[in-house]
């Protein structure tokens, strides 16, 4: 059934070590499903430079990968002075090569173990605005956060939008979303029986608000739960979300492809 039909991944963390060390043998599989785009979020310095030579080499003409900068929430103990000026000067050199910024957002359940979220409001903010500066789509992560984001985004209005990354929440806020210009991220979320709300939200919003995505090596789908998630899953997170709509598969694999060539035009098709 997925012949013909092409797949990007718009969340893959490829440069983890879990993922990286075989990695030419993996890129293979995934041109074999068809996978023909990856986006590889960066998480902070440790792993900007990674993120972006990785993509370098390892780009085919089959499967492009493609990077993005920024500073994730879980990892601000990691920055340094300089840490947002590098980012800044980073993004200002590459706008025209990475994909998006991020990922960034702000999670409220490590809040509770650090109490930095005042900390995760600032970067946040100043990710915000290199996105609006260079006009550059973002990449959201969220957790128990959504007042926070939506708030914050409605303050900044973004010209670009972005993908909520792993969207998990209620018809209502995935509509405050798409009306602020954001895509949402459908990972392995959507195998979960647990994950009602969100697969109802999933179901009633318009099919031109979803893009693919696997979180690799996070975010194992049900039943892999404990193992490391691969981006060869997508085309079962797909699946998955064929189950759940009402279109057909082929009409669904054609939109996910224009939903992510419109919010990450830097992905050249
Ligand atoms: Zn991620």
């Known amino acids: 059934m997925t012949n013909r039909l092409r797949f990007t991944d718009s969340h893959c963390h490829l ?35 990674k ?5 370098q080499k390892h780009s085919s003409k089959q499967l492009t990968l493609h990077p993005c900068l920024g500073i994730h929430p879980w990892f601000l103990n990691d920055l340094t002075a300089d840490s947002l ?20 957002g702000i999670d409220r359940v490590i809040d509770n173990e650090q109490q930095n979220l005042a900390q995760q409001i600032e970067i946040f903010d100043f990710q915000l605005a290199l996105a609006k500066a260079y006009s550059l789509p973002i ?8 007042q926070d984001i939506v708030a914050m985004l409605r303050q900044k209005q973004l010209t670009n939008g972005g993908i909520i990354h792993a969207f998990s929440g209620s018809y ?18 959507i195998t979960y029986p647990r994950a009602e709300k969100t697969l109802k939200a999933i179901k009633r919003v318009p099919l031109t608000s979803l893009v693919l995505e696997t979180d690799a090596p996070a975010m194992p789908l049900y039943g892999f739960q404990g193992q490391d998630n691969s981006p060869l899953q997508l ?7 064929t189950n759940i709509r009402l279109e057909s598969s082929t009409e669904i694999a054609h939109a996910l492809e224009e939903n992510v060539k419109s919010v990450l035009p830097n992905i050249s098709f």
């Open 85 to 104: 000026d590098n980012l800044a000067h980073l993004i200002k050199l590459n706008r025209n090569e990475i994909a998006a910024i991020g990922e960034a």
């Open 172 to 189: 209502q806020q995935a509509c405050q979303y798409i009306d602020l210009g954001f895509k949402l991220g459908i990972g392995g979320t």
């Open 235 to 241: 085309i079962n997170v797909f699946q998955a979300l």
């Open 139 to 146: 990449i959201v992560h969220h957790r128990r956060s959504h």
């Open 51 to 55: 993120a972006l030579t990785l993509a």
């Open 15 to 49: 440069d983890f070590d879990a993922l990286s060390h075989e990695l030419p043998s993996l890129l293979e599989q995934c041109q074999q499903a068809h996978i023909h785009k990856i986006v590889i979020p960066s998480i902070g310095p440790r792993n900007w430079h």
